[in-house]
């Protein structure tokens, strides 16, 4: 586990042997949900979850909480392109969370939970706000999309136990409750994208 007091690189590109990786950031809601979600995506090889978009360097989950330090609730995700684009990444966040209540997803309420996209470069932002503007001219939603978009600044990896927490806690209520239902909502409208190939 990374140390905690030290921010994730934040570059959005990065070189390995075989190919360049990208990352993404996003906000919406408990990111146990949004980690358990990108988790079973093909194509993202890591999915941490943390803290973004607030004015306190190291915070905790108790200081989240309060709702003072500014922080989001989030994840960040390590992908590949060639398996996965950033707009597939998109529809998926916006089909798995509720893109029009402020601060706020289903019982959890806070700014902590707001919605939110953290670009790492113009073409996130471009992509961001062009996936925003379809859905709304769309009228997907009854209320338009509040979804803040925000340059990533600092990206802070949550607590151990914050990591792999519906992997490891599948019968605690939250997860049967919450968790569970996006999940069959993911296996329904992205099934396709669920399946996993030795290439990703």
Known sequence: MMPRDIPMNQESKEKTEDNTIEKATLAGGCFWCLEAIFSKINGIHQVVSGYTGGITNSPSYESVCTGNTGHAEAVQLTYDPQCISYKQILEIFFDIHDPTTLNRQEADIGSQYRSAIFYH???QREAAKEMIHKLDTAQKWRNPIVTEIN????????????HKYFERNPEQAYCRLVINPKLNKLREEHRSKMSRSSAC
């Not at 340059?151 to 914050?162: Q, S, T």
């Open 151 to 162: 340059p990533l600044k600092n990206f802070y990896p949550a607590e151990e136990y914050h």
């Open 121 to 123: 470069n113009n073409e």
